[in-house]
T-cell receptor
């Protein structure tokens, strides 16, 4: 089973709202990732967790706050977002940092 | 630093024709190489990957790719295009870092 699940599928939020995106994998992978993807562009890496510790933060604004409660779960907390943050947010996991990444279906986020 | 170049942001082929999507990488040592496909409003699905060993790699849906070290290339091919192959295709490379993606190639299949 190579499934990564993400909830919700769609999210509409105002600029003053607080919301969270959730990601789960049960493949025993030790690395988990958040990406942001704008239309017609490749995914852009936001955060990497390795063994439940934040290992890479690609200079993402503080209005995005990642959390890794355990080895199977990854959250992305959203607060005071801007309309330009509207995008598809993808979660992925891999056994180690260099190995194959398996992607979830994404959360389509619209910030009004 | 490693990088990936996908030649052609849009490729259009007729149904039943050969599909060729080009990918060149820049790396001081052979990296791991991947092809992913993305259908509209979906996540990325792994098509195939090269790590070590056999340079001709077969993937899902009839796709294959050949790692050519001398040309620093990893082109994706499929002998006969199907309408369901219409999607965005991303080549990606990994050395000792997370994935570096190419800009993507949109494949259109004409009936």
């Amino acid at each position: 089973d190579t499934e990564v699940t993400q909830t919700p599928k769609h999210l509409v939020m105002g600029m003053t709202n607080k919301k969270s995106l959730k990601c789960e994998q049960h493949m025993g992978h030790r690395a988990m990732y958040w990406y942001k993807q704008k239309a017609k562009k490749p995914p852009e890496l936001m955060f990497v967790y390795s063994y439940e510790k934040l290992s890479i933060n690609e200079s993402v604004p503080s209005r995005f706050s990642p959390e890794c409660p355990n080895s199977s779960l990854l959250n992305l907390h959203l607060h005071a977002l801007q309309p330009e943050d509207s995008a598809l947010y993808l979660c992925a996991s891999s056994q180690e940092g260099r190995e194959t990444q398996y992607f979830g279906p994404g959360t389509r986020l619209l910030v009004l | 630093a490693q990088s990936v170049t996908q030649l052609g942001s849009h490729v259009s082929v007729s149904e039943g024709a050969l599909v060729l999507l080009r990918c060149n990488y820049s790396s001081s040592v052979p990296p791991y190489l991947f092809w992913y496909v993305q259908y509209p409003n979906q996540g990325l699905q792994l098509l195939l990957k090269y790590t070590t060993g056999a340079t001709l790699v077969k993937g899902i849906n009839g796709f294959e790719a050949e790692f050519k070290k001398s040309e620093t290339s990893f082109h994706l091919t499929k002998p006969s295009a199907h309408m369901s192959d219409a999607a965005e295709y991303f080549c990606a490379v990994s050395l000792n870092t997370p994935l570096v993606f190419g800009k993507g190639t949109r494949l259109s299949v004409i009936a």
